[in-house]
Nanobody, 116 residues
Framework: QVQFVESGGGLVQAGGSLRLSCAAPGRIFSGNAMGWYRQAPGKQRELVARINISGDTNYVDSVKGRFTISRDNAKNTVYLQMNSLKPEDTAVYYC??????????WGQGTQVTVSS
């Protein structure tokens, strides 16, 4: 079964940084805007950053100035650089297409845990 494959999560102290990666099937990646989503325990999954095919980006207010999304079209990979991490950033992070995620392509996600 084809899915997105996320990696790069881990345990980090508040103020630290992580860089997440997501490998996508080429036929899906090349024709779609991509987004990073996250789901914290007991909460709904939310979109935190998106990047369209031309590279324009958009962020949820809570991560503006701290997170940077980018994409490497040659590698079919999307990245999320996360700086100045806060405990409230703790969640499982996923990537998928935007504006409509492909339900069957949700991957396992990568766990990010920020300790205070």
């Amino acid at each position: 079964q084809v899915q997105f494959v996320e990696s790069g999560g881990g345990l980090v102290q508040a103020g630290g940084s992580l860089r997440l990666s997501c490998a996508a099937p080429g036929r899906i990646f090349s024709g779609n805007a991509m987004g990073w989503y996250r789901q914290a325990p007991g909460k709904q999954r939310e979109l935190v950053a998106r990047i369209n095919i031309s590279g324009d980006t958009n962020y949820v207010d809570s991560v503006k100035g701290r997170f940077t999304i980018s994409r490497d079209n040659a590698k079919n990979t999307v990245y999320l650089q996360m700086n100045s991490l806060k405990p409230e950033d703790t969640a499982v992070y996923y990537c998928n297409t935007r504006p409509i995620p492909i339900t069957s392509y949700w991957g396992q996600g990568t766990q990010v845990t920020v300790s205070s």
